[in-house]
């Protein structure tokens, strides 16, 4: 076949030649033309070698994928970066050929060793890692850029955090070899890839419930990083191995301090930051209200006082309440390290009961609990959340339709408290309206709060909340599970929450749940898994159909 370059070049070069001899075709230039001659060469010239770069350019860029191919690679990628560009170029063998150039806006000196790290993990081999410092790698907190081509992968953030992110998509990205019975190597397209996230704060709020096993809660925080999730809170169930307490929690069912440590060290390494809960207020049972059990009373009556009668709020009018509660937050905020924020609950509380309560003025009892628990965690830098369901009331008509549950004694408090406690407003539901925009968090944030947007597992829900995210400029979002950290809710509220926290509305991308599937199966194997029921989404092909632990018939 014709070769236009081969042509080309050669004469590109001649006339530049000849041009530069002052000769052309042989002919001497006479000195009353020496200067529109050097005009005219020096037009030639710069004019000949745009168009030779120009016709390089044509000649080699690579054409973009085909369609099918596109399409197919770029759904295996939750949550889906902001640009992708793929081209026909040839593979991107990922060997030990391979020339990883990993590029930093900021210094870090164990960029090296940890990229080689993630890349054995992931590829199971070492390429040639080069760090440098570039000015041009983006600057945005946790934005990064890919490029792939010939023999060199390229990643590029302002620290690590990015490039972490960046591997992660790389990862999803990447294809092994088909031309034998195992892996031998992984590949990737020749590849562009710009990307930032749409959100700040990208939270997941997770259950240790006593059937919960510790692998769950492990898969599920590494799950949540390699969807860019950056933080994470857990909230104990009477399963908190408190030491000063060793009462307030199921004795056979609590985590294991060295379960925490582990939690912990995993999350460093994944850029999580990992943030306890304890209720205060509501839920003081430890338990799910339906099933009636109290992780305390059950088999503790000795400490009646420190609760309403029913046992389902902390009673606030007992002064050893508060210093119990007091030596319970500590010794958690201790074991995690001392975290920069600190979940306390507050949701879903009944009205007072018991006598000393009812005589009480409840409404500074409360107020005056929130506000010591604040100062509490204020001291130690640390800034406390809390739900915001008994801040709003359901009879006022700006909040109808929306979770909102004050009582009289709750109602209005929102005004009179610290803007820097973090408000985390739950809406479950999909919006009262096409175009809902979730008023309750407007509220707060008109108010001067700290904003985060909870859905649940309405993925319609999650995506509204989301626009409302943006559209009202709120802090982030923090997805909840409860007890839906299986089935297809799992994949509901993590693949979607992925998209929503990453992706700016309106037009979020499509998830895929086998896509969903390889996921899972890529955190198993970093674990690695070797139980039947940490695999998939259901700890059992054919589990038993129960609620609140009582059969259907």
């Avoid at 070899?177 to 959100?199: C, H």
Wanted: hydrophobic share 40%.
């Amino acid at each position: 076949m014709f070769n236009v370059t081969s042509f080309v070049c050669p004469v590109y070069i001649t006339i530049i030649v000849r041009l530069f001899s002052d000769k052309i075709f042989g002919q001497n230039i006479h000195f009353f033309e020496q200067e529109f001659f050097m005009s005219l060469k020096n037009s030639i010239v710069c004019g000949m070698f745009f168009v030779f770069i120009g016709s390089l350019t044509v000649i080699t860029a690579s054409e973009p994928l085909p369609v099918n191919e596109q399409n197919a690679l770029i759904k295996r990628l939750l949550p889906r970066p902001k640009s992708v560009l793929l081209t026909n170029g040839s593979e991107v063998v990922l060997d030990k050929t391979l020339t990883l150039q990993i590029e930093l806006a900021n210094e870090d000196v164990n960029a090296k060793n940890l990229a080689a790290i993630i890349f054995k993990r992931y590829f199971g081999t070492e390429p040639v890692i080069n760090v440098t410092k570039k000015e041009d790698a983006p600057k945005e907190k946790e934005a990064y850029k890919i490029s792939a081509t010939g023999k060199t992968l390229t990643l590029s953030a302002a620290d690590f955090t990015g490039i972490r992110y960046a591997f992660y998509t790389v990862r999803q990205m990447a294809e092994t070899n088909r031309d034998s019975e195992r892996v031998t190597v992984y590949w990737l397209p020749e590849l562009k890839i710009d990307d930032a996230p749409a959100m700040a704060f990208r939270g997941l709020h997770l259950c240790w419930f006593p059937e919960t096993r510790f692998a769950q809660i492990e898969r599920a925080l590494r799950l949540s990083a390699y969807y860019k999730f950056n933080h994470v809170v857990i909230e104990f169930w009477g399963t908190f191995p408190f030491a000063k307490h060793p009462e307030f929690g199921w004795q056979e069912f609590k985590a294991q301090p060295e379960d925490i440590k582990r939690l912990l060290k995993i999350s460093k390494e994944l850029g999580i930051t990992l943030i306890p809960q304890f209720n205060i207020f509501g839920h003081a049972s430890g338990s799910r209200d339906g099933t009636l059990k109290h992780s305390v009373l059950d088999f503790h009556p000795e400490f009646q006082p420190l609760f309403e009668p029913d046992g389902w709020v902390w009673c606030l009018s007992n002064p050893a309440t508060r210093q119990v509660l007091t030596n319970l937050l500590l010794e958690m905020y201790e074991m995690f390290d001392k975290p920069p924020y600190f979940h306390i609950g507050c949701d879903e509380a009944d009205l007072p009961e018991s006598r000393p309560s009812l005589r009480a003025d409840y409404r500074t009892l409360f107020k005056d609990h929130l506000l010591y628990f604040h100062k509490l965690f204020s001291e130690r830098n640390c800034r406390v959340m809390m739900w915001h369901d008994m801040l709003v009331a359901g009879n006022d008509p700006r909040w109808k339709g929306y979770i909102a549950m004050a009582n009289q004694y709750t109602n209005g408090l929102a005004e009179e408290l610290p803007k820097d406690i973090v408000i985390c407003d739950w809406q479950y539901g999909p919006g009262k309206e096409k175009n809902e925009t979730w008023e309750t968090m407007r509220y707060f944030k008109k108010l001067g709060f700290t904003v985060l947007a909870c859905p649940w597992e309405n993925t319609k829900g999650m995506r509204s909340i989301g626009k409302t995210v943006t559209d009202a400029k709120l802090d982030g979002m923090l997805c909840t599970t409860w007890h839906h950290l299986n089935k297809e809710t799992m994949y509901q509220i993590f693949s979607v929450g992925g998209q929503v926290t990453w992706h700016a509305p309106p037009d979020y991308p499509g998830v895929w749940r086998r896509v969903f599937g390889t996921h899972l199966r890529q955190i198993g194997w970093d674990m690695p898994v070797r139980d039947y029921r940490d695999t998939g989404h259901t700890d059992w092909q054919v589990p038993p159909e129960t609620t609140q632990g009582v059969p259907f018939n």
